[in-house]
């Protein structure tokens, strides 16, 4: 987890417009969770608990 400091920081970060890129439409709506503090975490927690996953696999 990361530092309490850090989650605030508006610094730029290449890895969050990587995911940003490349994933969005698998994100969809949940892409605004890269913007608020604890985002990438929650992103994190909901692809490991499959409230997240890849549209094909949805529709199964």
């Not at 970060?13 to 605004?32: C, H, K, Q, V, W």
């Amino acid at each position: 987890m990361r530092k309490p400091e850090n989650l605030s920081s508006k610094t730029y970060n290449p890895a969050i417009d990587f995911i940003r890129e490349n994933f969005a439409d698998l994100l969809g709506p949940n892409l605004a969770l890269l913007d608020q503090p604890g985002g990438i975490d929650t992103l994190l927690e909901m692809v490991r608990t499959g409230k997240i996953q890849p549209r094909s696999r949805r529709a199964a």
